[in-house]
């Protein structure tokens, strides 16, 4: 910090947290980055479920959905080259596969289960089979290598999906908020602002009533009962909670910035 030297200025800190109410009796220079709030709750193990079904999570839906796309494309290429090289009618019964059957034997070569050789009896089929199998053995490693990373850590679980989710389970009294300090600028706009999230958290704790702890390691213990929620910021004593207590779950919320500091 540089001195004052002009009498300007009757107090100094190094750090501050800038809310509405504060704005009203001190100046602030430069706002030096943001803060958010985030919800402290207890660590929750993953059920058989939530285990099983990560397999599924190496890839985005989005991904998932192209690799059924591309094995729809692999089935109606070679079923539309059997049909224009080979005839059709029921004397050429489609070629050499029926729909089916070739549906079941490109999901296998998909799968690196086939038995044999797959050929066709046409050069461009062979050309497709020969495109379509690299692609697929290129994809197929790039999953089991994924997927090994996968299943070497456990899948994290998240106590709630958004805060919509965290605000409704106060509302239904599943959750209650504890603090053990009340000047945190999360309370002081949860009185005044006219956003969604609080003016919902405003409902919610008509309720469901805030519990204001004793100290720090009250809250703590009140928080690893997995009945309580911490609200704290994202740049203040998240990470002495994280790495000093029992590394609770950090749920952040994704949505409207707090104030700047």
Not at 8 to 34: A, W
Request: one cysteine or more; hydrophobic letters at 45%; charged letters at 20%.
């Amino acid at each position: 910090m540089m001195p004052v030297d002009d009498l300007k200025s009757s107090m100094l800190s190094f750090q501050f947290q800038r809310t509405e109410i504060r704005e009203q009796y001190f100046d602030f220079s430069y706002p030096i980055l943001q803060i958010k709030p985030a919800f402290v709750v207890k660590r929750r193990a993953a059920d058989f479920t939530e285990t099983a079904m990560a397999v599924f999570h190496v890839f985005s839906s989005k991904v998932w959905l192209t690799i059924l796309a591309v094995l729809i494309t692999q089935v109606v290429c070679l079923y539309c080259t059997d049909y224009v090289q080979l005839g059709h009618g029921q004397d050429a019964d489609m070629g050499v596969w029926s729909p089916l059957d070739m549906s079941f034997y490109l999901f296998r070569m998909f799968i690196m289960q086939c038995n044999g050789a797959l050929r066709h009896p046409t050069t461009t089929g062979n050309l497709l089979v020969l495109s379509f199998g690299l692609f697929d053995i290129l994809l197929l490693g790039l999953y089991q290598g994924l997927l090994l990373a996968e299943l070497l850590h456990p899948p994290e679980v998240k106590t709630f999906s958004s805060s919509a989710e965290m605000v409704r389970r106060i509302t239904d009294k599943e959750f209650s908020l504890v603090t053990f300090y009340t000047g945190y600028w999360y309370f002081q706009h949860l009185k005044i602002s006219n956003d969604d999230h609080f003016k919902a958290m405003r409902a919610a704790l008509s309720k469901n009533p805030l519990v204001i702890a004793d100290n720090a390691t009250h809250a703590l213990e009140m928080v690893a009962t997995g009945n309580y929620i911490l609200p704290l910021d994202t740049d203040s004593d998240v990470n002495f909670l994280y790495f000093m207590y029992f590394r609770p779950s950090i749920t952040l919320d994704g949505g409207k910035k707090g104030p700047s500091r």
